[in-house]
């Protein structure tokens, strides 16, 4: 686990070019100042590596893993064929695919995942990639063929940014990427430049959709995706730029699969993410997700497992309890660490600067990573995806009979007038009552109108922080002009490629699609890359192995999904010998206190950050409709919940930190 950064310049030019020039010196300078700015993702190692004519440069900050001695170091080069590579994450089989190549005759030097990559690259190609098992961000330079390959992985755990540049200190257009977004603005070559696009999705949501960002020019490589890049079709002409999917969620099951299968896939899934020659521990919260794979880990483990929780002082939200209980049943050496009011707020601007893209949620995996890491770990496993896979929110039930509901509704005319009709009545809550209209669900009804008979639509009104007339009020008209531009919060390819992923699915199982896609993959796992990467901590995800997620696809949807919210099925396949009463309780996830917190003891810097009218508008939002937002908080008004107003704070906190605006 580890952070990469890189620059790739025209790839036409002749490979016998001389290094040592201007515009190489200055690519070099650039990627050693991206890479400075992840020095917190690899304290145990940097390195910088450049091709013979400078046109090519990786550079890598190691955080050690597998093989903690030198022979580790990054970016790496393949003596036989020259490729090199910097690579970011964890290949959890490479034991078995260095079994395989041994068998091939190829032989290593190391006992790392990052050389069985290469070989494996020297060995099958980029057919490679699908062999993977694992998290992973790989920059691989073949001077074979003069082409540089990004590769992320299959659910996207680790990512990846990139943009193209137009600077002639650098000798023209150059590609740079990096696995952070702010590292890129640290090159001091890429404009600090707000994209309205990215604002309009982070209205919508509280983050933004990719594979835009939220700063002009700045793209996320997909999940599942190979991006290629080669000269061009003379010398000095525009490199060609190639994406390749090369895996996809699993829409339909490739075949039935019994539990017993299930089960294995699942064990295994665990088990080999337990590889690590750091010190290695398990967040466990009390809940089924987590417990089920401390349970697996530790049913699996010759010596007893180490389980972290952490506890709060506040009644109704320390569950520490609960995960005490689950780990005394299976044996687990726990460790309990209390977060109170004052390191909260002692440690909220860490927090805070912690954030890569602005994120109303981000900063409840920062403490409890941090509190990780204090306490010894350099690697946790986290339950993430179970809810997600196995049926564990409301909206599993909900959404579907939403849709069904939502057949009644004759059609546009109707819906207009009930949309006209649902901003009169927000009209007056914003001029009469000099308040905001309520953004509960009966105050959604003009929405879930607009979004009926889609089941894409209905999810992205479901999880929409603001109603669309809110969203409308708080921006300026740039970003309003964008909020045109996009549907239900998403870029309209984005809505295209997710109204395709669902179409003909069950309805539940269609449901879990949208959530391990938007709420998994958009959010969650770029959150807990970036709140856990800034404290040195590497965060593995089991329950969203892509082989477990095929698996999962295979089984029947009643016995997957219920009874509903019950998990029923993940609890009798890891959890069945356990006293089912310890998870017989209403759900309830990892939750900070942040709402009794922060209600008075952070009032003094949001008023200050909604009175400055320069910054609010410098980011697209209109002063006026900010205040109104915050003085309804402060009321208790229906619907205005921490995250409304949370989510505003951050995005203005953001954009000051790294002096981001929209162009005039």
Known sequence: MCGIAGAVAGLSSPSEAVAGTEPGRARQSCVQKISAALQHRGPDGDGLWSSPADEVVFAHRRLAIIDLSDAGAQPMVDPGTGCVISFNGEIYNFRELRAELESAGESFESRTDTEVVLKAYKHWGLDAVRRLRGIFAIALWDPRSRVVHLVRDHQGIKPLYWTEVRNESLGGETLLFSSEL???????????????????????????????????????????????????????????????????????????????????????????????????????????????????????????????????????????????????????????????????????????????????DAINTYFVSRAAREAGMTVALAGTGGDELFGGYPTFSELPKMLRGTKWIPGRTFGGAIRFGSKLVGSAFWSVLRQSPPQTRWGKIADVVRAAHDLNDL????????????????????????????????????????????????????????????????????????????????????????????????????????????????????????????????????????????????????????????????????????????????????GMYWSRVWAIYVLLAWCKRHDMRLAP
């Open 182 to 360: 702010r590292a890129l603005l640290a090159s001091d070559v890429v404009e600090r430049r707000l994209d309205p696009l990215g604002v309009a999705s982070y209205l919508f949501q509280g983050f933004v959709v990719g594979p835009g960002t939220i700063v002009d020019g700045v793209r996320l490589l997909p999940a599942g995706t190979i991006l290629t890049i080669s000269g061009g079709e003379s010398e000095g002409a525009p490199n060609r730029r190639e994406f390749q999917r090369y895996w996809s969620l699993p829409t339909k099951p490739k075949r039935q699969i019994s539990e017993s299968e299930l089960r294995e896939v699942l064990v295994d899934a665990v088990g080999s993410q337990l590889v690590s020659d750091a010190p290695l521990g398990i967040f466990l919260s009390g809940g089924i997700d987590s417990s089920a794979v401390a349970a697996l880990a530790s049913a699996g483990a010759s010596d007893p497992v180490h389980t972290f929780t952490i506890g709060f002082d506040e009644d109704g939200l320390d569950e520490s309890p609960f995960a005490e209980k689950v780990a005394k049943a299976i044996g687990s050496e726990h460790k309990c660490v209390t977060l109170r009011e004052q390191d909260f707020l002692h440690q909220l601007p860490d927090a805070l600067d912690s954030i890569d893209q602005p994120t109303f």
């Open 459 to 638: 999810y992205q009104v479901s999880y929409a922080i603001f109603t669309d007339e809110t969203q409308a009020r708080l921006a300026t008209q740039s970003v309003r002009a964008a909020q045109r531009e996009q549907e239900f919060g998403l870029p309209r390819e984005c809505a295209r490629d997710r109204r395709a992923m669902i179409e003909g699915a069950e309805p539940r199982h269609a449901v879990s699609l949208l959530e391990l896609s938007s709420f998994i993959g958009e959010r969650l796992l770029r959150d807990t890359d970036a709140a856990s990467m800034a404290v040195a901590l590497e965060v593995r995800v089991p329950l969203l192995d892509h082989l477990l997620c095929e698996a999962v696809a295979g089984v029947d949807a009643d016995r997957r999904f219920s009874p509903p919210g019950k998990k029923q099925l993940l609890r009798g396949l890891a959890l069945s010998d356990l006293d089912p009463s310890l998870f017989d309780r209403p759900k309830s996830g990892f939750v900070l206190p942040i709402d009794r917190w922060a209600r008075q003891r952070l009032k003094p810097e949001i008023d200050q950050a909604f009175a400055d009218d320069d910054l609010i508008r410098s980011v697209g939002l209109q002063p006026s409709a900010v205040r109104t937002l915050w003085a309804s908080y402060q009321a208790g008004k229906p």
